[in-house]
């Protein structure tokens, strides 16, 4: 493994928790580096499932420290409420979840401001966000006015700046005759998971710099996908991080010369939870199809992800982006009953045929899919782990999908289980 990188390759939940447990059997570091907890990421090991949000899904491997680097929003509530689940499962957490001290903190005010925003943006302009929060953490973390983990190792600050920016939200939720934040009961939580989690925080970054000089395995976990990068995405209808593979660098604090391998997950087909543009939605019955067999609802908030065929353009441009080394395609059973498959090639944009990735989110909006079919294999593929053992059609789809990425696959996924993937 030595030093790499996972992201996902479309708009979020391609399956990256599932690959990053398997590929975490032999790493030592595991470094989230980015997004917070609007990220749903699901293992499933024999019979039990989790779903984590802002917990590395390095957890379940014992030998392995978990990284909150930098880069992530930390909700201190929804961090003490995850480990305490986790614990009461019985995953023994100790010393081996860390989180950096100069990662930034969400607080009731941000999920509220969330909640305005998205209140106040008319019909085709709302993102339909998590309402985690998330976006307003981050812009007070760019406006130099957030408070960072670090706080939480002095209750007296924490309280005082809490405080300060509690009352000035106030201020905006009263003009807009909103409910405001109270202050004081919400200091009480804040005070107690700050008390909790106040051993976890530490100079993460000499943890990764450490483990990356005595070449140990490090695997960052990307969350979201690369549309849904503030960047790359389609801008406004992203995510307020860098969810692609320079995120790693500059969320975790270890330099681009150490990253010597990016793995893009990436679906046999396609799915989006929330608004935006989406050229290859199915807004029929082969959707719903998908959907059910897919069982396609979102971790974190539950809401119906909106399905589609593959789309070849924006996968082969996420990949460029993030210089995919070697995709895990995952989710290639959900495929096992359709006839024919469909794959996009090319875009029809006002009347013109294109290849090429529109930057324009509003041409994007106005793409038309043009689709290659190919035919189904109308057979059962999670019992396979080899790529012989795949059915000829599956084969052949799962190399047109590599053709038209110019990326290779490394591996392949055939059911949400650790054992259902292998390696090609
Ligand atoms: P993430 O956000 O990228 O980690 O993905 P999510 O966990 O939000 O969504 C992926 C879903 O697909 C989860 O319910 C996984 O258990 C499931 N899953 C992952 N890989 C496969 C697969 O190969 N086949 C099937 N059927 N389900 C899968
Ligand atoms: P994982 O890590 C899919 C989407 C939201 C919304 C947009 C902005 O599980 O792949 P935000 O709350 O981040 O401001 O919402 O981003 N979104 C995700 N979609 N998977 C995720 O995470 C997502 N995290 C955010 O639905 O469209
Ligand atoms: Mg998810």
């Not at 979201?224 to 500059?250: E, H, I, K, R």
């Not at 070697?326 to 029809?348: F, G, H, N, Q, S």
Request: with cysteine; hydrophobic share 35%; net charge positive.
């Amino acid at each position: 493994m030595p030093i790499t990188v996972l992201i996902g390759v479309q708009w979020g939940d391609e399956g990256k928790g599932k690959i990053i447990d398997v590929l975490t059997e032999n790493a030592d570091v595991v470094v989230r580096f980015q997004g917070g907890n609007n990220a749903g990421h699901t293992v499933e090991i024999g019979k039990k499932k989790f779903v984590l949000h802002l917990i590395p899904s390095g957890i379940f491997r014992k030998k392995a420290t978990c990284i909150i680097g930098n880069g992530v929003v930390v909700d201190p509530l929804a961090l003490e409420h995850e480990i305490k689940d986790l614990e009461r499962q019985g995953i023994r957490i100790g010393s081996r979840l860390q989180l950096s001290t100069r990662s930034h903190l969400i607080f009731a005010y941000h999920r509220m401001m969330d909640a305005m925003h998205e209140g106040s943006r008319s019909e085709g302009k709302k993102i339909g966000t998590t309402k985690r929060g998330i976006g307003p953490a981050y812009a007070d973390k760019m406006s130099r006015i957030g408070i960072r983990a670090l706080e939480m190792l002095d209750q007296k600050r924490l309280e005082k700046n809490f405080k300060e920016h509690a009352k000035y939200y106030n201020t905006i939720f009263k003009a807009a005759k909103m409910e405001t934040v109270d202050i004081n009961a919400e200091w009480k939580k804040i005070s107690a998971a700050a008390k909790f989690l106040a051993k976890y925080v530490t100079d993460t970054v000499v943890t990764v710099n450490e483990a990356a000089t005595k070449k140990k395995n490090i695997l960052f976990e990307g969350a979201q996908g690369m549309w849904l990068d503030v960047d790359y995405g389609t801008y406004p209808f992203v995510t307020s991080s860098n969810t692609t593979t320079g995120g790693a660098c500059t969320g975790s604090g270890l330099s681009p010369k150490y990253i010597d391998n990016v793995v893009g997950v990436i679906k046999a087909y396609t799915t989006r939870v929330g608004e935006g543009p989406f050229p290859t939605e199915l807004n029929d019955k082969i959707g719903e199809q998908i959907r059910a067999t897919g069982r396609e609802f979102g971790a974190t908030t539950g809401r119906p992800r909106r399905c589609g065929w593959f789309d070849a353009i924006s996968s082969r441009y996420s990949c460029m982006v993030n210089g995919v080394d070697r995709l895990a395609v995952t989710k290639l059973d959900v495929l096992d009953m359709l006839p024919e498959i469909k794959i996009c090639t090319a875009y029809k944009i006002n009347g013109k045929k294109t290849n090429a990735m529109p930057s324009d989110t509003e041409e994007i909006t106005a793409a038309v899919p043009i689709y290659e079919t190919m035919p189904g294999w109308c057979q059962t593929t999670s019992h396979a782990r080899s790529f012989k053992a795949l059915p000829k059609n599956a084969q052949k789809y799962l190399k047109r999908i590599s053709e038209l990425t110019k990326t290779k696959i490394g591996i392949i996924s055939v059911g949400p289980n650790r054992d259902q993937t292998f390696h090609i």
